[in-house]
Structures are given as C-alpha cells and as structure tokens.
C-alpha cells in the first residue's frame, strides 16, 4: 500500500466498470472513498462490499461530478486527515499498476506542483470511431500544462487552499480548478506515464454529438468565469465554435434572405475547413473523417455555448448534459 495517498472516484450507474476502477484504486491505497451520484444498477452496494467508503449524494439536489469530487474530498479527509495527495478518478476508468506510486513520488520531488496527470487511454478504441477520437483526444505532450481532466493526483494542501471545485460547473470542472490553482501559484504537469484505461463505451453518432454540445457549453462558461486577460480561458475555443457553428451559418441564411442566394456560397467554407484539417495530417480516409467532424462539431459546440448564454440571461441553472445515456 502507498503511503499518503487515498483515492476519491464517482460515478453513476458504471455497472462492472466501477468494479474494475474500485479493484484499482483498492490495490494501491488503503483509503477509498467512492462517491455515487444517484445510481439504480447496485453501483452503491457493490462498492461497499469491495471495502471502499461511499459517499451518496443528496437526490434533491442537481448533480455535477465538481460536487461529488468535492464531496469525496470532504469524506476522504475525514477518514484520513494525515494523506498528502489524493488521486481522483471516474468511475468508468482502471488506474494502471504503478501509476499512483509514480506520480506521487512525481509530486514529492517537486513541492511547486498541485497536479500531475498521465496518459489516458481508451480500453476499446477499435469498438468505434467515436472511442478512437476519445483516445487521440487524450493523446497531450508531456510536460507543464494548462489543465488537467478528472483523472490526476493532487497536493491536499493546494486544493484545500483553493476551496476546491466549483460545485455548479456541469462541465469543465478540472480545467477551472486549474486556473485557480495556478494564479494562486501552483503547477500542473503531465507526466509521461500511463495513468488509466477510460471506456468512453461511445457508439452512436447522438452520444459524440451531446459530449460535443457539453464542450461548447464548458468552453462558454470557462471563457466567461477567466476569460479576461492574462488568463484568456477558453476564449479562442468559445470564439472558434460560435464562429464556425452559429456566425457563419447565420450570416449564410440571412445574406440570402436579405441580399442574393449566392450568400449561401458562404457554407463552402465548412468542406475548405475540412479538407484543409484531413490534408494537414496525411490526407488519408480517418484524417477527412477527423476533419469532418471536427467542423461538424462546431455546430454542437456553439450550441452548447448558446445554451450557457440562454440559461444565464434566464437565470436558470445548467442541467447535466450526459452522453453516455442519449
């Protein structure tokens, strides 16, 4: 067992995948705290029955994973008050063998950093497209970076000293907290090691576009939480999805409305858009489909991004966009 170090997973409804998280988690650390965001499929009891504390969330009140992290946290301290780091994890993810004892020695050897991350990989990536653009997602140099995704190994003393995640965030909560730790001086590094095997268990075309329409909607509200300078969160990635996704096709319709039909000539910037992402790379038939849909993404993004600025003109608060039930 790693000295020190305790690990927090969420999750809901992750079925045999959580058992495989859990098992991991269980192998390196003592100290297990799992945190179940209103699961009906047993996630809860079969948790309990592997030796790790559960956390379960209040139903009356909406879920996020930034409050169910930030709820493990609480529970994980209360068990174990003395841990220096804690590695938080999703449920439908499998630590890889070594990667903890790495990467806390990582975090020893270096006091400036708050976060280290490693590589995640998908278990199917051959299953479908969409498990393969997960797995090129993951796919970041090593070195310092800007942010982190929900599997790293964090400094106790550096999320506490932050107050950890913003528990409304429905998405983009990682990268977020990164930006509070950094202006409070921290780093973040990605380490060139395995860290863990994610199952993203994507299929259809409607889950890749709902993940896409939660980006837009993380970007939106990242840019508007520390989008002035010097920070410029998410900025460029708001701006490029409003632009390619709602600007450029408004400005199509409305030119042909108002002016000539040839407005709609406009649109032919999507397929230059694509060819030149498919040709930047080697031009073979996965970079045109890559290219394609990074363009048609666009589209899902900006209306997740239009969706954060609905619901702050209205006052209503976000709801949970899942991909893994559309």
């Not at 841990?83 to 449920?91: A, I, T």
């Not at 409304?168 to 780093?187: K, Q, S, T």
């Not at 520390?226 to 030119?255: K, N, Q």
């Not at 900006?302 to 899942?322: D, K, M, N, P, T």
Request: aromatic share 8%.
């Amino acid at each position: 067992m790693i000295d020190g170090v305790g690990v927090v997973a969420i999750g809901r409804n992750e079925g045999a995948r959580l058992i495989a998280c859990l098992r991991s988690a269980l192998r390196d650390c003592r100290d297990v705290v799992y945190v179940d965001s209103g699961s009906s499929d047993g996630s809860a009891e079969a948790a309990r029955a592997l030796g790790a504390e559960v956390v379960e969330l209040d139903l009356a009140i909406p879920f996020t994973a930034a409050r169910a992290r930030n709820a493990g946290f609480r529970a994980l301290l209360a068990r174990a008050p003395e841990l220096d780091f804690v590695q938080f994890v999703d449920g439908d993810c499998e630590l890889r063998e070594g990667w903890i004892a790495a990467a806390a020695e990582a975090l020893r050897a270096r006091p400036d950093l708050a976060v280290v991350c490693g590589r995640r990989r998908e278990r199917f990536p051959q299953a479908s497209l969409w498990n393969r653009l997960c797995d090129l997602e993951w796919d970041t140099p090593a070195g310092p970076a800007l942010h982190c995704g929900g599997d790293s190994l964090m400094r106790v003393e550096a999320v506490s000293a932050v107050g950890g995640w913003r528990d409304g965030l429905i998405a983009g909560e990682e990268p977020e907290l990164c930006v509070r730790l950094r202006a409070a001086g921290w780093g973040v590094e990605r380490l060139d090691l395995e860290m863990t095997w994610h199952d993203a268990a994507m299929t259809r075309f409607s889950q890749w576009w709902r993940r896409s329409v939660r980006a837009g909607h993380a970007y939106a509200e990242g840019a508007w939480l520390h989008g002035r300078a010097p920070e410029r969160h998410w900025v460029r990635e708001t701006i490029r999805a409003l632009a390619w996704g709602a600007l450029l096709p408004a400005a199509a319709v409305l030119g042909a409305l108002l002016w000539s039909p040839w407005a709609l000539a406009l649109l032919l910037a999507w397929p230059a858009q694509a060819a030149r992402l498919a040709l930047r790379e080697d031009g073979g038939r996965e970079a045109w489909i890559r290219g394609v849909l990074s363009v048609l993404g666009k589209l899902a993004e900006a209306r997740g991004a239009l969706g954060f600025v609905a619901g702050r003109l209205q006052g209503r608060r976000a709801r949970l966009i899942e991909y893994k039930t559309a």
